[in-house]
Structure formats: C-alpha cells, structure tokens
C-alpha cells in the first residue's frame, strides 16, 4: 500500500498512546487573548501591575518563579515551574526522556506525545508557565554544559521539536516558555554571580554573533515556537553583542517582538527574565522585557520596581508588560478553571509542612497529588527506545536471540542511584538518565538497567553477572570471560553552571567517557568476543579507544532516556523495538574536529567569545572543512535494511514573487522501502544546497526536512517534504532581509547527512 506522509503528523504510529489523551483545549487566538487581557489590566492598581510582572523572590512560593496573588479580583498567584523533562522538585510526575533523547526519535509524534503528558502533569499540579522547550544551547560546542535540554545540534530539527513541544503544552492549557533567548552557548562566565566558583568577572560572556548567524541557526527555531503559539519566551543570561540579552531592544524589541518586515518574530506573549539575568530592571522593562525573575536581591525586586514606576517609568509600557502577561494566561484558558491546586513545594520537596506564598502561609505545603499515570511511563518508555541510536552492529551481536543466556553487565552506569541527589539531581554515581540543573527532574521512579535487564533475563531462564565498580580490573576480567554476551555501561555528564560535579562546573572538561570509560571498555572487550557497550551520554563523546576493537561487537547511544531507562534498553536489546534513532549531532573521531570549544579561560573582566563559525556548527563545519566524523549526524542502523527510490519527485515549483514566507514553493518525493525481514522505521532526510550565488559562509547542504517512515518487511511507502521558500532563504546582510535566490538547488535525500541517496536540481525562478 502507498500512503502519503504530510508535515505535520498525522497522528498514525503512535495512536495507541495518543487516543488515551482527553480532548485537547483551544486556544484563544492572540487577538481574543488580548481583548479580554487589556480591561482586567485597565483596572489593576500600579502595585497589582507591578506585581504581576515581577517574581516574589527567589524561594518565595512553592514554584521556581512566583508571581503574587491579586486577592481583590481573586487572581491566584501564577506558578512558572521547571522544566523542559519534567516537573522538577515536584513528586509523583514522570521523568521524560531529555530533550536530545526525544531529538533523535526524529519523530514529531514522539516529541508532541512527550510535551502533551507534561501538560497534563503541569496542569493537574497547578502551574501555569512550565519553563520549556529548550530551542538553546543548540549544541555549538559539544562539550557545553546544557546542550543536552534541546533536540540535536540543528536549528530545523529544533524548530519541528519546539513546535510539536508548545503544542503539547499548551493543548492542555499550560503556557510554554520557549528559552533561552539568545546565543546562549556554554555554562562558564554566562553570569556574574556564578564567578564566585572560578574567579571574578564583572560582566557575563558576551556572544559575538553575525547577524546571519542568530537569523538563520539561534533564532531559527524559536521562530517556529513563536508560530506554533507559545506564551512566553525566556531571555538568557549572557551578552549578545556587547549588550546583555535580557537589556537588549535589539533582540527583545526587534528581533523577537517586532514585526516580520523588518525580521521580527511577532512575538505577542510575554518575556521573561532568566533568574538574576537582569540587574537593571528599567533597562530590561525597556528593552520588552515584560516580567522580571525571580524577583529579588534588592535590584531586581517589587522594592526597585515600584521605585522605577514613581519615578516616573514608561506607564504605557507598564500596562504593554501586564497585558502580555495576561494574554498569554487568557489564550490557555487559564481563566476557566482547568489548572488544578498547587500542591507542592519545590523548594521544599522533602517537607511536610513549611511556609510559603509570600511568607503568609504556613500548614501542609506537600500533598502528594498523583500526576504520572501509566500512559507517562508507556510515553517515556517508547521515546527512550526509539531515541536509541545504533551505531555499531556486527556478527549479528544485535538483537540478542534465545542462544544468550549467560549476560555480564560491567560498569556503575548500569546501576541504580543510590545517593539523594537533590532536586538539581546532581548525581555522581549510578546510572546517568538525566543532566544535572533545571533541566533535570524526578528520578524516584527511575528503572535502572541492571534490574530491567536481570528481571528480563531471569524470565527467559539465564543468569546475570555484573561488576559495577568501575575501577575492578581484576573482577571485570574475571567475570567477562565465559558469558554469551558482556553489556560495558559507560556515561559522560554535564548540567547548569550552578554546580560543580567532579571538576566540571556545568560544561564537560572534555567529551571522553567518565569514569574511565574507556579503560572499562578496553577491560571487559580483552576478555569478551561478543561485548556490547551501552552509552548514557549528554552529548558527543570520543569512542576512538575502542570503537575499532573487534570484540566491541555493537555500541548502543541510549542518550539520556529518563525513568524508563532500563525497560526501553531491554526493548532495543532482545528485539522489542527496532532501533529507529538517529544522530542529533555528529560524533567526531577528535575534539579538535568540532567547530567550536567552549571558552574555558578568560583574562580580565568582560569575557567575550566569538563565534566565527557563523552558521557552520555541527556537520555543517564537517562538511566545510572535508573533516571525516567517526559517525555523522543522522546516522544511525536498524534491525532490517531499506533501500530507496533513485529518483526524486517534484512539483513544478511556484514563482518566488508569488510566495509567501513560510508558503510551499514545491513538494519533493521519495519512495522507501524494507527489504529486510523485520519491520522497522527509517528517518528519511531531506539536505538542500544553495545556489552557487549564495554568499560565503553558506552551508555545504543543511538539513530542510524529515520525515519518520514504519515499513512490514517488503513494503514501500512514498515519502513526501514540502519545501517552503523559508527553507530556500538566507539573511542578507546588506539587504537587511530574508532572501531566496533565484536559481538551481540541489536537494538531496537519504539516510544521514553524509549517506545521501537520490539527488535532484530545482530550477525556482
Ligand atoms: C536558570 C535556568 O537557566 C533556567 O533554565 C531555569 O528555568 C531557571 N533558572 C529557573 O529555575
């Protein structure tokens, strides 16, 4: 049977999971928000409006961000609550598998699924801002210390995730909050406070962007945030060319808020401060930002605020701030009642009773209200699985079949996490599910590997032998001889700048295993033909010292999966789930062969960093620069084989004159097929390539479409991108403009970047 793929979704390989949702709300358009926003402002006093766009303080309430009650009109105070993996600090929700994990499902069903059972957890705990998706770090530097909470190192890819995210979301009446606005790269010098853990500097990192750059790769996927809806945008913490981000009209006023003729997103919700990004709240509130977080230390509180408003502050922009803020509550409905209780207290999540709520209130502050119900986990599971890449698979090591029955699992990430980790989940040992900082969530109902694997394998009647001390050479050697199969776990970690874990202050010090990793592998491989190593990793790492060795008969990047962590490696493992996931990110052969590296040192006060690579991040510089990876982005192997149509499909595309910006200038189609004999599922890229006319510092080709294809042995689908002149676009510097080229592209269209397998010229005139 042929059956034709349409961007977005159609909701079809994952209708079992998706059925079980109750009916999505609808928003209210901006327009409707903004008629019912304008008179509840009209008749706030100067304190409610600046209440309601400045937070009560750090730890002032239950939520990471709390905005006062305005009891007079029975407006209950507005809870903005991490994050982008789940609820954090809260209890009974689920921990989802992180952003890159659910990037490299490359499935916008899968990424809706994740974001629209976080909805229904916000919803039913009460908050109305859920701090996510995450469209930045995108992945500059791969050893960045939160590159890991957004999709995969590709504005494209994590303009589809954020979309699908902030639909999910917002379906169930949770406002988005798409972050962190702008060119917010690495964890190091990102704030001055945060100088107290490696020296003073007086202002924080200062990005040195093109102007093509932040349009085209930072800006690019926040765009489709904007389009699909989203309420709020956060600022970051650094510099963007010379001015910080959260004090800067160019970015704020302009590029964000204003209009699409001159670039501008459009945005009409609200922006946030990140937390303590702002030291000058009347600068922020002038360059758009409408509500400043947390809200405290003196300059950045209700104290100031108020100060800023009698003497003498914008009030036409006082009431702009509040309106947003409202309009973005009013277009979720939040005005019907659907959100329910705050129950929690995130700050204190291990107390039963406590004060909070501007310091009024003191009882019961924990409720323990259920908010993860089995449907979670079964999302959580699927995504994990089907965000595991496979990247090696010799001597049919995979899937394990009835003749293993003797498994050795070696190494501490296969382990359970035995230590409390904070709500920060700032976990040295055990098995890695999650980074640590605001992106990380609750990892109470976390199925490690070694007792999925052990309960699965007891089930088919074999035994399980394990060493989880990393450093046990002797013990490793000893148990790796005589099994069917050894499983070498290895992880690398990096989380916020906020905290330190064993030298790294949120970026990695480099990208190689933790823990010596490498040695584990090098051990358990000298003694086990058949070794199978297992990676839990935020990112890149170097797999140089063994990848090669030829008893590493297969190597497995499960990502970080979230609490299904063991269940959905014992899917991929035995044959439960083909592996379908493909690289969010290049791994390269060496550190030295990415772009970029994250600025480690600086001397003197005002760091800065350039970012001379402009667009070339990730492949984009491999390509450039003809530098071979170890593995390219968009790879990843299957179970089954498939082979694709040689020749491409393609409308007659329209005029450019007559198209508008994010209008179809021509459809392309492929046909894919299984020839294997299993079923499975094939990401079909689609790479375009400029006219020769595009200016320098254009990408050799960049990823402009994708589509996740489930194939019965033996059977075709057509495959079909639709390919909008934003896609043909490029910012032209002089022009000031988005600019689409008169002249011949090359699409092509394949299994990863670099296996590219039917190729075609598109005459667009
Ligand atoms: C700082 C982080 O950068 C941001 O992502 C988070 O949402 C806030 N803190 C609130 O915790």
Redesign the pocket.
């Known amino acids: 049977m042929v059956v034709l793929l349409a961007t977005p979704f159609v909701a079809g390989q994952h209708a079992d999971l998706l059925s079980q949702f109750s009916t999505a709300i609808t928003p209210r358009t901006w327009d409707e928000a903004y008629v019912l926003a304008a008179p509840f402002v009209a008749q706030l006093s100067l304190t409610e409006k600046i209440s309601l766009t400045t937070g009560t303080g750090i730890a002032l309430g239950p939520c990471?961000?709390n905005v006062a009650n305005i009891p007079r009109l029975n407006f209950r105070y507005l809870c903005?609550q991490?994050?982008?993996a789940g609820l954090?600090g809260v209890d009974l929700v689920t921990l989802f598998p992180a952003g890159i994990t659910t990037g490299a499902t490359w499935d916008r069903e899968l990424l809706y699924l994740r974001s629209r059972a976080m909805g229904v957890e916000n919803r039913l705990k009460g908050v109305n801002v859920a701090?996510a998706p995450?469209g930045g770090a995108i992945g500059r530097a791969p050893a960045a210390g939160?590159g890991w909470?957004s999709f995969g190192a590709d504005p494209w890819l994590n303009g589809v995730a954020n979309a699908e995210s902030v639909r999910g979301l917002q379906d169930e009446g949770v406002v988005a909050?798409a972050?962190?606005w702008i060119a917010?790269e690495q964890e190091k010098y990102?704030l001055v406070i945060d100088s107290i853990a490696y020296g003073p500097i007086f202002k924080s990192l200062d990005s040195q962007v093109s102007q093509r750059a932040l349009r085209e790769l930072y800006e690019w996927p926040f765009f489709d945030a904007v389009q699909a809806g989203a309420g709020s945008v956060?600022c970051?913490?650094q510099r963007v060319n010379s001015e910080y981000a959260c004090e800067s009209a160019t970015m704020i006023a302009q590029h964000l808020k204003g209009n699409s003729s001159t670039g501008g997103l459009g945005f009409r919700g609200f922006v946030m401060t990140?937390?303590f990004?702002s030291a000058a709240p009347d600068l922020a509130a002038t360059a758009g930002v409408d509500m400043v977080?947390?809200g405290d230390l003196g300059l950045t509180g209700i104290a100031a605020a108020t100060k800023r408003a009698s003497t003498g502050f914008n009030g036409t922009r006082l009431d702009e701030m509040a309106v947003r803020t409202l309009a973005a509550w009013f277009k979720m409905r939040q005005d019907e009642g659907r959100l329910g209780n705050i129950s929690f207290s995130s700050w204190n999540p291990d107390s039963e009773f406590g004060a909070w709520v501007d310091r009024a209130y003191i009882g019961q502050i924990n409720f323990h209200v259920p908010a993860n119900p089995p449907l979670h986990a079964a999302i959580s599971r699927r995504i994990a699985a089907e965000g595991t890449v496979l990247l090696k698979n010799t001597k049919g090591a995979l899937p394990l079949g009835a003749g293993i029955k003797r498994v050795g699992i070696f190494g501490n990430d296969a382990g359970p996490i035995t230590k409390d980790c904070g709500t920060f989940t700032i976990c040295e040992e055990g098995t890695l599910v999650v980074g640590w900082?605001?992106?990380s969530g609750l990892i109470d109902h976390v199925v490690d590997p070694l007792s999925a694997i052990t309960e699965h394998v007891s089930a088919l009647s074999g035994s399980v032998d394990s060493v989880l001390d990393d450093y046990d050479y002797a013990g490793i050697r000893q148990k790796a001889r005589d099994q069917d199969v050894c499983l070498a776990f290895i992880n690398s970690r990096s989380g916020?700048g906020?905290n330190n874990v064993q030298g790294n202050q949120g970026d990695r010090n480099n990208i190689t295993a933790w823990r010596d990793g490498d040695t584990l592998v090098r051990t358990v491989a000298g003694e086990c033909a058949n070794t199978i190593v297992v990676i839990h990793s935020v990112g890149a790492i170097i797999m140089e010292p063994w990848i090669e060795h030829p008893n590493v008969t297969a190597v497995v990047l499960a990502n970080l999966p979230g609490q299904e962590s063991g269940n959905s490696l014992v899917d991929v493992l035995w044959g439960a789930t083909n592996p379908s996931g493909k690289l969010p990110y290049t791994i390269a052969k060496q550190e030295a062969d990415y772009c970029c590296r994250v600025q480690y040192e600086w001397t003197g006060f005002f760091p800065e960093q350039k970012f001379d690579e402009a667009l070339l991040i990730d492949y984009k510089w491999f390509d450039a620069k003809r530098i071979a990876p170890r593995f390219e982005f968009g790879f990843g192997l299957s179970y089954t084989n498939f082979t694709y149509g040689g020749t491409l499909g393609i409308s007659t595309p329209k005029s450019l004159a007559a198209t508008g910006f994010v209008d179809t200038v021509f459809t392309v189609t492929t046909q894919v097929t299984n020839s294997g004999d299993v079923a499975g599922k094939e990401v079909v890229q689609l790479y375009l390539s400029l006219p020769s006319a595009a200016p320098a510092g254009t990408p050799v080709r960049q990823l402009r479409g994708f589509e996740k294809v489930a194939l019965q042995p033996r059977e075709t689908k057509q495959v079909s991108f639709k390919v909008t002149r934003r896609d043909l676009s490029y910012w032209d510097e002089t022009a000031k403009g988005w600019l689409a080229l008169k002249g011949a592209y090359e699409i092509s269209v394949g299994a990863s970047s670099r296996d590219l397998l039917a190729t075609a010229n598109v005459v667009v005139s």
């Open positions: 990471s961000g903005l991490d994050g982008p954090r701090l995450v939160r909470e909050c972050k962190h917010n990102r956060m970051s913490y990140d937390w990004a977080m947390p900082g605001s992106g916020e906020t």
